[in-house]
């Protein structure tokens, strides 16, 4: 597959046949299905070695090895070993885990987490009743033991830390909730931010934002935070006309990608866009495969 947010990944699905998940998210894309904190059924790490090994040999040149799962990859029992496994293996090809961090607090996961040269962490609410509400989580697990556990490895964790908020209209895109999340983030150094919203149809029957109501929430968010848009089958057109003055104010408050421009700006702001980009006004600048454009006064300013 190719992601937008990474380069071209090789996925390994560590719960293929069924949902296995320590969540029953409002907005997943699989069926409902009650929460679980461990696998009843799983592949072993033999099998799947031999699978990535000749998926390696047909596809050299991938960037990312992700692992995922129908479900959440915490809960695969072998996952340390299949890291190790791994990158005994993968040569120049980076690791990536996507992982809903409700067992972060588990020394065991934290300590095979740090083994992934990057990680990607979800955390959809930091309140308890919204946390309980979006994620569903199964009994016991507890966001504020998750929030603490997300700072510590941003503290321990020398690969490519990346958050994701997945929002769903009515519940987290409040402002007391963006509030209390800007206020968490600002303590989790992090190479990327990325907010999405329903893409595809969830298991419940929620909705999503309108791509103006996630520009509008991640405005909310402080400035410095390395926060993008990532949530882009949502987008509908909501293209305006914007002066040279408001082309760069809004790219101060947010860097954007170019796709990310083409579904605000309407086609004379884009011509606009062009001319401040070849006057050296607007610069580009590389996020993890991905060309975002910002002022060129805000490159040195960018939080890291
Ligand atoms: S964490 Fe992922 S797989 Fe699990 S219920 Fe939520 S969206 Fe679905």
Known sequence: MNSRRFGTSLGIDL????KQCNFDCLYCELAPAYPVTSQTVHVGVDE???ELKAALKVHPDIDDITVTANGE???YPELDTLIERIDAIKGETK???LTNSATIDDPDTFRTLLKFDQVKLSLDAVSPEVFKKIDRPAEGIDIAAIIEGIKAFSQQYKGDLYLEILFVHGLNDTDDEIAALNSVLRDIPCKRIDLGTIDRPPAYPVQGLSYSELHAAAAKFDADLPIHIASRTHAESCQSRYSDEEIVNTLDKRPLSMED???LFD???IKRLQK??????IVSENSSGITFYL???NLHRKRQ
Do not use: R
Request: glycine letters at 4%; proline letters at 11%; charged letters at 20%.
């Open 95 to 97: 690791t990536l885990i």
């Open 267 to 269: 086609e004379a702001t």
């Open 276 to 281: 401040l980009i070849e006057s050296g006004k």
């Open 261 to 263: 421009m083409e579904l």
């Open 48 to 50: 799947i070695i031999e």
């Open 295 to 297: 002022p060129a006064e």
């Open 15 to 18: 719960s293929p046949s069924i």
């Open 73 to 75: 990859p915490t809960l």
